[in-house]
């Protein structure tokens, strides 16, 4: 069983993946064969704030930089029909202070940080590489991730794809449908209070 608020006395970290229609998106698709080419983290129950690199203006592909996503507005809003998985890692609360710490620090000389563009195809011929503040989406997720203490790396972050966070088993899918079904979700629970049973099947909510 899990909250919105994490007031079972857990400390959650989640991790929200996508796909969504635009060329670059469908590029990466091609490249990987993966279902969801984009993926975000945040410490929110309801997804209010995630963090990511991604375009920065939505209605073009590029400048492309580190950048807060939300459910409700933007990009994630015009996209309410693409695909998403909402994945969340148990913690310790320190832990979840210091990547909620981290988050806001780099977001704050957001300048500094640029997209690895070139970093995308070197993932894809699996050649890792590290370049001082560059990262893609998944490259910076895995290295927040591993840096403040969540999880331990199988491969270098500059070779994670969004679909290798399914692989992590301190991971869990809590939802799987659209961005839309993701949001009318949260917004239901938020609205009636209510503890969400899990499966113990499949530790899956589908929309």
């Known amino acids: 069983m899990i909250t919105l608020n994490d007031d079972a006395g857990e400390s959650l970290i989640y991790v929200l993946l996508m796909r969504s229609n635009p060329l670059f998106s469908r590029f990466i698709k091609i490249m990987t064969g993966g279902k969801y080419t984009h993926s975000s983290i945040g410490v929110q129950a309801d997804c209010g704030t995630m963090y990511s690199f991604a375009r920065i203006h939505s209605h073009l592909p590029l400048p492309a930089g580190f950048v807060k996503e939300h459910l409700n507005s933007g990009i994630l809003k015009k996209c309410s029909n693409a695909p998403c998985a909402l994945l969340r890692i148990r913690v310790s609360p320190e832990v979840k202070i210091r990547l909620a710490d981290e988050l806001e620090k780099m977001f704050k000389v957001r300048n500094r940080y640029r997209y690895n563009l070139a970093g995308t195809f070197q993932c894809y011929f699996n050649h890792p590489a590290e370049r001082k503040d560059k990262f893609f989406c998944s ?69």
């Open 139 to 207: 490259q910076f997720v895995a290295h927040t991730l591993c840096t403040t203490g969540a999880i331990k790396l199988f491969k270098p972050a500059s070779l994670y794809k969004p679909m290798d966070f399914f692989k992590q088993p301190e991971l869990e899918v809590c939802y799987e449908g659209t961005l839309g079904g993701l949001s009318a979700f949260i917004n239901k629970k938020i609205k009636n209070k209510q503890i969400v049973e899990i499966s113990d099947q499949t530790d899956v909510i589908s929309a």
